[in-house]
């Protein structure tokens, strides 16, 4: 049974500085996805990643994959209180009909 | 473009009611599926469905029903409700399950049984 784990769950950052935060999984896997919730809204897809080393960037995010580590990085370059948000992984066993097992997230709170 | 839709955003139902969850998408995606979200429990998959016509369970499928008779609507279906599936309930698309389909994702209904 695939499983996915996220840490830390809850996360305090300050304006402007870095931070990274990490998604574990626990059997081979070909895709991983990243998602954003803001409080009380639905998921937004950010990222999909496919291969290992695959690394994607958006504004002040770049998520990375890990395969034979079986990890995936999200880091955050100078926080700033729009990214305050709930950010899931989601990752599928390798195989083309796999389901996505999502993580139980990551509470980002942005602090001046 | 709608994208996914659901009805309704909220819904107060009474032990042992019965209902129906409606979602429908306007992108002609093959795949859809029904997670409901806990509080410290991430996403967790209900139903899915790879095109009309088929459906399959998902990690906590009892209570539930779903069918698949077109391409563009998936409704979830309770049999008689329990406090226990007070939830958040979200539908979500892709044009398959294959590499580079992100899901995309219902508004949500927020569902309590009392």
């Known amino acids: 049974e695939l499983k996915v784990e996220q840490n830390p769950l809850f996360l305090s950052m300050q304006e402007g500085k870095n931070y990274t935060i990490y998604c574990n999984y626990s059997?081979?896997?070909?895709?991983l996805y990243w998602y954003r919730q803001d409080p009380g809204k639905s998921l937004e897809s950010l990222f999909v990643l496919l291969s290992n080393g695959a690394v994607k960037q958006e504004g002040r995010l770049m998520a990375s994959l890990d395969t034979k580590a079986r990890l995936s990085t999200l880091h955050i370059t100078a926080a700033v209180h729009d990214l305050s948000a709930t950010y899931f992984c989601?990752?599928?066993?390798?195989?083309?009909?796999?389901?996505?097992?999502f993580g139980k997230g990551i509470t980002l709170s942005v602090r001046p | 473009n709608a994208g996914v839709t659901q009805t309704p955003k909220f819904q107060v139902l009474k032990t042992g009611q019965s209902m129906t969850l409606q979602c429908a998408q306007d992108m002609n995606h093959e795949y859809m599926s029904w997670y409901r979200q806990d509080p410290g429990m991430g996403l967790r998959l209900i139903h899915y469905s790879v095109g009309a016509g088929i459906t399959d369970q998902g990690e906590v499928p009892n209570g539930y029903n779903v069918s698949r008779s077109t391409t563009e609507d998936f409704p979830l279906r309770l049999l008689s409700a329990a406090p226990s599936q007070t939830s958040v309930y979200f539908c979500a698309s892709s044009y398959s399950l294959g590499r580079n389909s992100p899901l995309h994702f219902g508004n949500g209904t927020r569902l309590t049984v009392t």
């Open positions: 059997t081979t896997s070909d895709r």
């Open positions: 989601a990752v599928a066993e390798t195989g083309a009909n796999s389901k996505l097992t």
